[in-house]
């Protein structure tokens, strides 16, 4: 889960319009927040769902909603939905919430808890305080707390805490690449994860903004587009992602070497418990039963016998199995 900024700077008339701030500039823009929630199995990501989020406050929007838009409507209901409930109605599934600093806190974590799934967020050193021992510690303390850990790669070490709601963490800090003596905090619910996997894990949240780049930057998202209403905009943004799953499906087809899953691996165990010999055999036994109604098995065996005659060294090396 992340948002990037939709921008609309050169319009002044489109429905729900914002002064939003876009945090890769640091600038305010016209245009929404575009909340995004994607699928991603570490090979290939998949746009599930998006939001083009307005500003909450009047005094930052140039346009407000269509006043005759009716509430029964989908357009309307659009407007005001949530993403991940959604996602789950859809029966997507799916095992970890991966998200950035934006969006690990505390009301959210919970949230999603509650829904049974996992969460593993970069988090930042603000005011929030967590349960460690008989009391409650920021995350400089927490990381203060793990220093003694042995420090394997980048991995700085990690410490168990709770939230003040008492849901458990486990909070592994790495080492900043950018700046060696800063460090960041990766925050997961699921505490049977090792420090190692929690940070692989994490890593693939990265595929979420590739996909931002290609959509904006190679799809044209937001600028080959110039309605006014946000039903337009909204099926711009669905052409747009439909034309990029086409070309992640391509990717998949030409570039991903794994096979079917575990049927794969099933296969494999079988064909190792299946040598040649038992094979041969089986296939004796069932040439038996096959001709036991006409042919003598003593018929059988001297046909079976030239047969193998004919065959090459190494299988003839097996006939005294039969």
Request: net charge positive; glycine share 4%; aromatic share 12%.
């Amino acid at each position: 889960m992340d948002d990037s900024t939709y921008s609309r700077n050169r319009s002044k008339a489109v429905e729900l319009l914002a002064r939003v701030k876009d945090h890769t500039t640091g600038r305010f823009v016209r245009g929404f927040r575009m909340l995004m929630l994607g699928w991603s199995d570490g090979h290939s990501f998949v746009p599930v769902d998006f939001a083009l989020l307005s500003s909450a406050h009047s005094k930052s929007r140039y346009c407000e909603m269509t006043a005759t838009l009716d509430r029964r409507t989908h357009g309307y209901k659009r407007r005001k939905e949530a993403l991940l409930d959604h996602a789950l109605d859809a029966e997507i599934q799916a095992d970890y919430v991966l998200m950035d600093t934006w969006f690990t806190r505390a009301p959210l974590i919970e949230e999603i808890h509650r829904k049974g799934l996992f969460v593993i967020g970069l988090v930042k050193d603000l005011k929030q305080r967590y349960r460690y021992a008989d009391g409650l510690a920021s995350l400089s303390q927490l990381h203060s707390i793990c220093r003694k850990t042995q420090k394997r790669g980048d991995i700085l070490g990690s410490v168990y805490a709770q939230l003040p709601c008492g849901i458990p963490l486990k909070i592994v800090f790495v080492e900043n690449r950018n700046h060696r003596s800063e460090w960041l905090a990766v925050l997961s619910t699921d505490g049977m994860l090792s420090d190692e996997e929690i940070v692989r894990i994490y890593g693939i949240r990265w595929k979420i903004e590739q996909f931002f780049k290609v959509t904006k930057s190679y799809l044209q998202l937001a600028k080959e587009f110039q309605g006014r209403s946000y039903d337009m905009m909204i099926s711009h943004t669905t052409i747009v992602f439909s034309r990029y799953l086409l070309l992640e499906w391509e990717s998949r087809q030409a570039t991903d070497p794994r096979s079917l899953g575990e049927l794969f691996f099933w296969l494999c165990d079988e064909v190792k418990l299946l040598d040649f010999s038992s094979a041969l055999q089986f296939l004796w036994l069932l040439f038996q039963k096959l001709v036991s109604r006409s042919v003598s098995v003593r018929q059988a065996r001297c046909q079976v016998q030239d047969w193998i005659a004919t065959l090459p060294f190494y299988i003839k090396a097996c006939k005294s199995i039969i």
